[in-house]
Antibody
């Protein structure tokens, strides 16, 4: 059974760095072709793809946020971490992690999401 | 990229059919056969319902079907049931290792 769960602070202050952890089970990110992405959804707005990390440690970022994002993995812990610097109130959103299965181009399993509010 | 355009809400009575549209551009929906649809009940994780425009994952009822014409993809739910009431999001691969999503459609079963 594949599960993903996001964790991190519910509240961050403007200019701070956000660190979110996606802890997953039911698959391994060392399996060839496996990928995990981060996606966010501001209240009342569309989902926005943020970043992706692959089994071979390739990394891809939303070009408009690339300078602020870092994604990395700890395969032994079954975790993917996203860091976003210089947080702003517009970054208030529910942040999701999701799996992309090998040889596919869609998100097949998602976490429940974690709401992050940026406020002083 | 700009978000894909979905109607904010649709509704139907039990047993009826509803169709949710998802309009993008030739750089996303129209350029790739990689449109997916995701169902989300309140407080729950999104669930994949359709991938690669028309394919259903195992366990998804065949009442759910997908299609695409030009830059617009559609999700049709036939034989509406109360448990289908949820938010639905479309998603398209947009090239250069990126994806774009729709704003979501709230389905109400009357």
């Amino acid at each position: 059974q594949v599960t993903l769960k996001e964790s991190g602070p519910a509240l961050v202050k403007p200019t701070q760095t956000l660190t979110l952890t996606c802890t997953f089970s039911g698959f391994s990110l060392s399996t060839s072709g496996m990928r995990v992405s981060w996606i966010r959804q501001p209240p009342g707005k569309a989902l926005e793809w943020l970043a992706r990390i692959d089994w071979d440690d390739d990394k891809f970022y939303n070009t408009s946020l690339k300078t602020r994002l870092t994604i990395f993995k700890d395969t032994s812990k079954n975790q993917v971490v996203l860091r976003m610097t210089n947080m702003d109130p517009v970054d208030t959103a529910t942040y999701y992690c999701a799996r992309i299965p090998p040889s596919k181009v869609h998100f097949d399993y998602w976490g429940q999401g974690t709401l992050v509010t940026v406020s002083s | 990229q700009s978000a894909l355009t979905q109607p904010r809400s649709v509704s139907g009575s039990p047993g009826q059919s509803v169709t949710i549209s998802c309009t993008g551009t030739s750089s996303d929906v129209g350029g790739y056969n990689y449109v997916s649809w995701h169902q989300q009940h309140p407080g729950k994780a999104p669930k994949l319902m359709i991938y690669d425009v028309t394919n259903r994952p195992s366990g998804v009822p065949d009442r759910f079907s997908g299609s695409k014409s030009g830059n617009t993809a559609s999700l049709t739910i036939s034989g509406l049931q109360a448990e289908d009431e949820a938010d639905y999001y479309c998603c398209s691969y947009a090239g250069s290792y990126s994806w774009v999503f729709g704003g979501g459609t709230k389905l109400t079963v009357l």
